[in-house]
């Protein structure tokens, strides 16, 4: 068994059965094709690399065979692979992915130029119909070539899609591996929220006591990111909404941020989304803040708390489909579809996904799933598998 197949689908099966044709190419980011390739193989892609002589300059073929587990193109020969991989027939591969993706490149493409394995992969893939994603990396004074950019437009006009490089300072830096896998498998994935936006609210709030201390919930806003992922590989127009958390947030999906309930009150009035999911562990009391810090050599402190307002009550006033979370601790299954149904009635909640805190280890979870339509369905497994599940459901209630 060749290493590659221990890894296949051990963070997902989202690309199972999806053949991608990896195009490297001589920039020196280059040395993140290997992770690339891994990573998409890692979601249940079958990974091909082809490579082109400048790149051959930067990392070896045996590099790109080890991460890939299938022999590497670095000349277009007898067997003709061009065409019998992304020529116009059935079996032809899903996407042609080309990342790195040098300035070079790109104009060859535009002009219909295929003097490398690569570009003749590319002038194949257009003709027969192949999605051609492209993620570029060079010094930001090629990037910001007038013709480059050029090139760049007359490609996206022909459907290929770019995965816009990261600036930082005087370089356009070759995308994340974790983004330009999230948006293969948006390419390829099932596209059923498309044309959907999707506001996810999520993380815990924070209370200030005093300038040091705050009242708060445990929450680590886990859910919440994976809500927004998957609602993003599904083609959702997606917006995050994150209070404190101790999870990287995907720079590839837009994220505000809050503190406070008050805060995110004040956020409520710009809602305009068409479904909203609030997995937010929201504090149920405010205190009075105290300016400056409460001297910590006080034998006994009290605090007034008084309640805060549910945020929910504020956007069941928009126009929206709206799902909230709730979480219970050491109850029964009835006992927390009991208590869930009856916050969905109370609230006018869409929908309520429920789950007792005793289910949740890491990165594994159980919730129950409630609609108004009277769906009750109990799903397990990881974070990631759950809020796919929920968005299924989210869609037959849609429908």
Same mark, same amino acid.
């Not at 079958?46 to 022999?71: C, D, N, W, Y």
């Not at 194949?124 to 051609?132: F, M, Q």
């Not at 489909?321 to 609230?347: P, Q, W, Y």
């Given at each position: 068994?060749?290493?590659?197949?221990? =890894?296949?689908? !051990?963070?997902?099966?989202?690309? #199972?059965?999806?053949? $991608?044709?990896? %195009? &490297?190419?001589?920039? *020196? +980011?280059?040395?993140?094709?290997?992770?690339?390739?891994?990573?998409?193989?890692?979601?249940?892609?079958?990974?091909?690399?082809?490579?082109?002589?400048?790149?051959?300059?930067?990392?070896?073929?045996?590099?790109?065979?080890?991460?890939?587990?299938?022999?590497?193109?670095?000349?277009?020969?007898?067997?003709?692979?061009?065409?019998?991989?992304?020529?116009?027939?059935?079996?032809?591969?899903?996407?042609?992915?080309?990342?790195?993706?040098?300035?070079?490149?790109?104009?060859?493409?535009?002009?219909? =130029?295929?003097? !490398?394995?690569?570009?003749?992969? #590319?002038?194949?893939? $257009?003709?027969? %119909? &192949?999605?051609?994603? *492209? +993620?570029?990396?060079?010094?930001?004074?090629?990037?910001?070539?007038?013709?480059?950019?050029?090139?760049?437009?007359?490609?996206?006009?022909?459907?290929?899609?770019?995965?816009?490089?990261?600036?930082?300072?005087?370089?356009?830096?070759?995308?994340?591996?974790?983004?330009?896998?999230?948006?293969?498998?948006?390419?390829?994935?099932?596209?059923?929220?498309?044309?959907?936006?999707?506001?996810?609210?999520?993380?815990?709030?924070?209370?200030?006591?005093?300038?040091?201390?705050?009242?708060?919930?445990?929450?680590?806003?886990?859910?919440?990111?994976?809500? #927004?992922?998957?609602?993003?590989?599904?083609?959702?127009?997606?917006?995050?909404?994150?209070?404190?958390?101790?999870?990287?947030?995907?720079?590839?999906?837009?994220?505000?941020?809050?503190?406070?309930?008050?805060?995110?009150?004040?956020?409520?009035?710009?809602?305009?989304?068409?479904?909203?999911?609030?997995?937010?562990?929201?504090?149920?009391?405010?205190?009075?803040?105290?300016?400056?810090?409460?001297?910590?050599?006080?034998?006994?402190?009290?605090?007034?708390?008084?309640?805060?307002?549910?945020?929910?009550?504020?956007?069941?006033?928009?126009?929206?489909?709206?799902?909230?979370?709730?979480?219970?601790?050491?109850?029964?299954?009835?006992?927390?579809?009991?208590?869930?149904?009856?916050?969905?009635?109370?609230?006018?909640?869409?929908?309520?996904?429920?789950?007792?805190?005793?289910?949740?280890?890491?990165?594994?979870?159980?919730?129950?799933?409630?609609?108004?339509?009277?769906?009750?369905?109990?799903?397990?497994?990881?974070?990631?598998?759950?809020?796919?599940?929920?968005?299924?459901?989210?869609?037959?209630?849609?429908?």
């Amino acid at each position: 068994m060749h290493p590659s197949e221990s =890894i296949w689908g !051990t963070k997902s099966k989202s690309l #199972a059965e999806k053949k $991608i044709i990896l %195009g &490297v190419t001589g920039s *020196i +980011a280059a040395v993140e094709s290997l992770e690339i390739a891994r990573e998409l193989i890692r979601h249940g892609a079958q990974v091909r690399a082809v490579m082109t002589p400048e790149s051959l300059k930067i990392i070896t073929s045996h590099t790109m065979e080890f991460a890939t587990g299938q022999p590497v193109i670095t000349d277009i020969g007898g067997q003709v692979e061009h065409v019998s991989l992304l020529g116009d027939f059935p079996d032809k591969a899903d996407m042609l992915l080309i990342a790195p993706c040098t300035a070079n490149t790109i104009s060859k493409i535009a002009a219909g =130029i295929d003097d !490398t394995p690569v570009t003749t992969m #590319a002038t194949t893939a $257009i003709g027969s %119909g &192949v999605p051609i994603m *492209i +993620a570029p990396a060079m010094h930001i004074s090629m990037y910001k070539h007038p013709i480059i950019q050029k090139n760049i437009k007359a490609l996206a006009e022909l459907g290929i899609e770019f995965i816009d490089p990261y600036i930082e300072g005087k370089k356009a830096k070759l995308a994340n591996v974790e983004e330009i896998t999230e948006r293969v498998i948006r390419r390829l994935g099932p596209r059923d929220f498309l044309g959907k936006r999707i506001l996810v609210i999520g993380g815990s709030s924070a209370e200030p006591i005093d300038d040091m201390r705050i009242i708060t919930n445990r929450g680590t806003g886990e859910t919440a990111v994976q809500l #927004a992922l998957a609602a993003f590989e599904r083609s959702a127009d997606v917006e995050l909404w994150m209070g404190r958390s101790s999870v990287p947030m995907p720079e590839f999906i837009r994220t505000r941020r809050f503190e406070t309930v008050g805060d995110l009150l004040k956020m409520v009035g710009e809602i305009d989304q068409d479904i909203v999911l609030v997995p937010a562990a929201l504090s149920d009391y405010t205190v009075e803040k105290t300016d400056g810090k409460i001297p910590s050599d006080k034998e006994e402190l009290v605090l007034y708390l008084k309640r805060a307002p549910k945020v929910l009550e504020s956007i069941r006033k928009k126009k929206c489909v709206l799902f909230g979370f709730k979480a219970e601790s050491n109850v029964t299954a009835d006992e927390l579809a009991t208590k869930a149904r009856s916050r969905m009635i109370d609230l006018e909640l869409d929908g309520i996904i429920a789950n007792d805190l005793g289910d949740v280890s890491s990165g594994m979870t159980k919730v129950t799933i409630i609609t108004k339509k009277g769906v009750t369905c109990t799903v397990a497994g990881s974070k990631k598998e759950v809020a796919h599940r929920i968005l299924d459901e989210i869609l037959r209630y849609i429908a």
